[in-house]
């Protein structure tokens, strides 16, 4: 591939240890040693302004987490990544459970990378609704309410209250409420079409090239067709490329994207 021809990278690689059958896995240990030599690829192809959205968790080994998740993010800083922001998928359905050392896994993260500090990110194709905080919220305002005051902490931020009267659409938070399920079942590892389809509207536009390195079930080249994006996936099990192929010339009905 050639540099700097990518707008968006959306792909949640193996986790460490896991899909034995499939992929044959990667002991937590070596995952760094594993992940670099692709994440130095995924720099040089994304164009200076793109986005690279990360899916992964840590696993527990022995008891504890696990800190390859820590550590890779570390080394990519050193390649010359930079860990812009970090994004948590919370996971509305996940399974219950017991465990005697710890509860149930029902988040997970979405590391944002970028090449530089300006990078083309489109937040008003995320806003949602105000909500019913602001009804009573903006009702009656102080008077401290209509200036930007300064924060407590003197930290130099401060907030005018006043501005979101009559506004029906603000900016989301960095916590993404979405369900697990998913209309694919035909992989060993799959996130909802949401998931991905969230962060091409916020970091790309109609017509950009969306990339997933680890296509797996094919969500993330699902997601950008149905929204006008031009998709490249790379996926080492021919049955799930044929399976892909199949899952974009003929969706499943309960494949739907909500905006």
Not at 42 to 69: A, D, Q, S, W
Not at 95 to 111: I, Q, S, T, V
């Amino acid at each position: 591939m050639p540099n700097d021809c990518v707008d968006l990278i959306v792909t949640s690689p193996p986790y460490a240890d896991s899909r034995k059958k499939t992929y044959g896995g990667i002991h937590p240990d070596k995952y760094v040693e594993w992940f670099l030599p692709i994440t130095g690829e995924l720099l040089r192809v994304l164009k200076p302004t793109g986005t690279f959205i990360l899916n992964i968790k840590e696993r527990t080994v022995k008891g504890e987490r696990h800190t390859y998740v820590i550590e890779t993010i570390l080394e990519m800083r050193k390649q010359g990544w930079l860990w812009t922001e970090e994004f948590i998928w919370h996971k509305k359905s996940c399974h219950p459970g017991k465990w005697p050392n710890r509860f149930r896994d029902a988040w997970e993260r979405c590391l944002q990378f970028n090449k530089q500090r300006q990078f083309d990110m489109y937040q008003e194709n995320v806003m949602v609704p105000m909500g019913d905080w602001a009804k009573s919220r903006l009702k009656n305002l102080s008077e401290t309410d209509k200036r930007r005051d300064n924060s407590r902490v003197q930290s130099g931020f401060g907030k005018n209250v006043s501005n979101w009267v009559n506004r029906k659409m603000a900016y989301p938070s960095n916590v993404l409420h979405m369900a697990s399920e998913t209309g694919n079942k035909n992989h060993s590892a799959t996130f909802p079409l949401g998931l991905p389809a969230w962060f091409i509207r916020l970091f790309s536009k109609e017509g950009d090239l969306v990339l997933d390195p680890f296509l797996g079930s094919g969500t993330t080249a699902l997601a950008a067709m149905m929204q006008g994006r031009h998709y490249l996936g790379i996926e080492i099990m021919p049955e799930y490329v044929e399976q892909v192929r199949k899952l974009i010339q003929n969706p499943p009905p309960k494949l739907r994207l909500s905006k």
